[in-house]
């Protein structure tokens, strides 16, 4: 744990290796004589090794998502159960990869590796991309002399994790960024277009409609005033993202919120069920204790509630109550749940069955997310239509009144 604190430099090297062929590449290392001996330790005579300098304005390249990571581990995986050694399964891979930052970061791990580390020590030094139950499975793994099983059940963990993910941001991206270009376009009108309309009205001579004078009004308020409303929604949302990042009740009650919302609620309650039963399902058939499975599984529920939840659980079987009865206690989770953990508990096979809720409530996200697009569209549209519309019926109602007159 020591050497983890000690921070570390990015290095770029040419030597010659232990065939030798010419050979270069990146290492991380505390200090340039580190490096070297870290390349030493692998069979690499280096001729030079320099510190990698860092680019002018901030990080340079693509970030890598979670989704890389499970990318990564999936071809990890594949690579070990084909029986390639573990050293050359990371040249592979980072061959493979398009991918720089990427390719960095596996480069990293591979040096780690090969200098005589475990993997998951090695892969505890990036907890930016690799997190506590990822490098607590895979320690189980080399422990147990199955890192290539354990592998293969950890790539597919973060791939059904990141599917997921992907199905709640679905969810809410969609609707969220049609809402968004309709009040852009409703804003772009009231400043640009209403005001050239209203220009037309001053030469009538006569009272215009109640309604043609309402959205007049919005316009005239907009046009004064629109860089204080840009700047107020801005500092709204940055001030919603602060309050959630840093208090613990304000983003408790948005998950409290989030699990009562109509529709919403549905989905977050089958995402957290799912994630909390896929969780469990990998970590327990990892071979990792019940306690110490829940304490991880705490830790990727998504939800403050349920966070505390699996806590009280987690509590209640350290004390000696069933998981069965634990999960009952808490009044969350749906009996389809209990019952499979009750059959689990009493025949031995917690995980098989914990894997079929996960797989049951993942499919329902999934047609939720489905229904709910198909439904957000009319009303959308119908948002739409009556921003847009009912600012063209103000601007026309006049002319029309006019034409009647005449």
């Known amino acids: 744990m020591a050497t983890s604190a000690i921070k570390a430099y990015t290095f770029t090297f040419n030597g010659i290796d232990k065939n030798g062929r010419s050979t ?33 304005f901030g990080s340079s390249g693509k970030a890598i998502k979670p989704a890389d990571i499970a990318v990564f581990t999936r071809q990890l995986a594949t690579m070990m159960k084909a029986g390639v050694p573990l050293v050359q399964s990371f040249d ?33 030094k990036h907890p930016k991309y690799f997190d506590d139950l990822f490098c ?16 293969d059940r950890v790539a597919t963990y973060k791939e ?3 599917q997921l993910k992907a199905k709640i941001k679905k969810a809410m991206t969609y609707p969220i960024a049609v809402i968004i270009v309709a009040l852009v376009v409703t804003g772009i009108l009231l400043v640009k277009v209403v005001p050239q309309f209203a220009e037309t009205f001053s030469s009538f001579g ?28 801005i500092a709204t949302v940055y001030a919603f993202k602060e309050a959630k990042r840093r208090s613990v009740a304000f983003s408790e009650a948005l998950d409290r919120l989030a699990l009562k919302a109509p529709i919403i609620g549905d989905i977050v ?18 071979g990792v204790p019940l306690v110490e499975a829940l304490e991880s599984t705490a830790g990727a529920a998504g939800n403050s509630v349920y966070t505390k939840a699996i806590n009280q659980i987690k509590d209640d079987v350290t004390t000696g109550s069933s ?26 096979s917690l995980d098989e069955m914990l894997d079929k809720v996960a797989n049951h409530y993942e499919e329902m996200v999934d047609n939720a997310v489905d229904s709910l697009s198909s439904l957000m569209e009319p009303i959308i549209m119908s948002i739409l239509g009556v921003l847009v519309g009912g600012l063209m019926i103000a601007m026309y109602l006049p002319i029309f009144m006019l034409g009647s007159v005449v």
């Open 269 to 286: 309650f089958n995402s957290v069920v799912a994630r909390f039963s896929r969780t469990l399902a990998t970590t327990f058939a990892a």
């Open 24 to 56: 270069k590449g990146e290492i991380e290392a505390s200090s340039q004589s580190m490096a070297k001996a870290q390349l030493r330790r692998q069979g690499i005579k280096p001729k030079s090794v320099k510190r990698k300098s860092k680019p002018l």
């Open 206 to 233: 006569s009272e215009l409609p109640a309604f043609t004078l309402f959205v007049l009004s919005i316009s005239n308020f907009a046009q004064e005033w629109w860089f204080i409303i840009l700047l107020g929604i």
């Open 136 to 151: 607590s499975l895979i320690a189980s793994g080399e422990a147990s002399g199955t890192l290539e099983v354990m592998l």
């Open 92 to 124: 592979v891979v980072a061959d493979g990869l398009d991918h720089a930052n990427l390719r960095t970061l596996v480069n990293s791990i591979k040096n780690d590796v090969a200098s005589g580390s475990g993997l998951a020590p090695a892969l505890e």
């Open 323 to 348: 998981l069965y009865n634990s999960i009952k206690a808490t009044g969350l989770f749906p009996n389809m749940l209990l019952q499979m953990v009750s059959i689990g508990e009493e025949s031995g």
């Open 160 to 162: 059904k994790s990141e």
